[in-house]
């Protein structure tokens, strides 16, 4: 079955460096998206994207995130200049349209020391 | 600004029983989801509700929604150790890709 994959599992950096996360979509899905979850807390929407361009944004995706998919299949999460409030679970999620269900990764953690 | 609230947050209940998770949405949604994370693990997505009076049901889970009301339901039905999980509601904004979640109900069930 179809899934979406995500590398790395984990990823530790300092504070200030620039963490590139990727995402694999499932194949024949059009919608992208980034999710963040701090540890204990709430899933929280970061980006959407569709059509290689964003097509929403969360008051969280400020000017240290950016997407891309830059060769059809990967679709990358980029944070320039981490804060240590930045750790946390990312998930991406693709759909087939945005009217069904969302396909979760299965998470990269990421921890700014 | 969309807010969406879930209660209870934290549910205790004994296997066999049935009980009812409530999510309630502050402004007009055209999709409601409903997820299940297991601890460390990733969301998985159980129903997806795009119309007023839409119900769904998987095994004894069952989803509905009231656009009126703003109001979506998640009932569990003779309760089973493996549905311990937690539960997420999350609401999309008409017309747009931005989906808000709800802070989640534990749920966690005794043999």
């Known amino acids: 079955e179809p899934e979406v994959t995500q590398t790395p599992s984990h990823q530790v950096t300092q504070m200030g460096q620039e963490v590139i996360l990727r995402c694999v979509p499932i194949?024949?899905?059009?919608?992208f998206y980034w999710y963040r979850q701090i540890l204990g807390q709430k899933v929280e929407f970061l980006v959407s994207?569709?059509?290689?361009?964003?097509?929403?944004k969360s008051e969280i995706f400020d000017d240290q995130f950016s997407v891309e998919r830059p060769d059809g299949s990967n679709f990358t999460l980029k944070i320039r200049s981490t804060k240590l409030e930045d750790s946390a679970m990312y998930f991406c999620?693709?759909?087939?349209?945005?009217?069904?269900?969302?396909?979760f990764g299965p998470g990269t953690r990421l921890t700014v020391l | 600004e969309l807010k969406v609230e879930q209660n209870p947050l934290f549910l205790s209940m004994q296997e066999g029983k049935n009980y009812t998770i409530y999510c309630n949405y502050s402004?007009?949604?055209?999709?409601l989801y409903w997820y299940r994370q297991d601890p460390g693990k990733s969301l998985e997505s159980l129903f997806v509700?795009?119309?007023?009076?839409a119900v769904k049901q998987e095994g004894r889970l069952m989803a509905s929604l009231d656009t009126k009301a703003r109001l979506s339901t998640l009932h569990i039905t003779a309760a089973v150790h493996d549905l311990s999980a937690t539960y997420f509601c999350?609401?999309?904004?008409?017309?747009?890709?931005?989906?808000?979640f709800g802070k989640g109900t534990r749920l966690h069930i005794l043999p």
């Open positions: 999620a693709s759909s087939v349209v945005e009217e069904v269900e969302q396909f």
């Open positions: 194949s024949n899905h059009l919608y």
């Open positions: 994207f569709y059509n290689n361009e964003i097509s929403e």
């Open positions: 402004t007009t949604s055209d999709r």
């Open positions: 509700l795009l119309s007023n009076g």
């Open positions: 999350a609401v999309a904004l008409n017309r747009d890709d931005k989906i808000i």
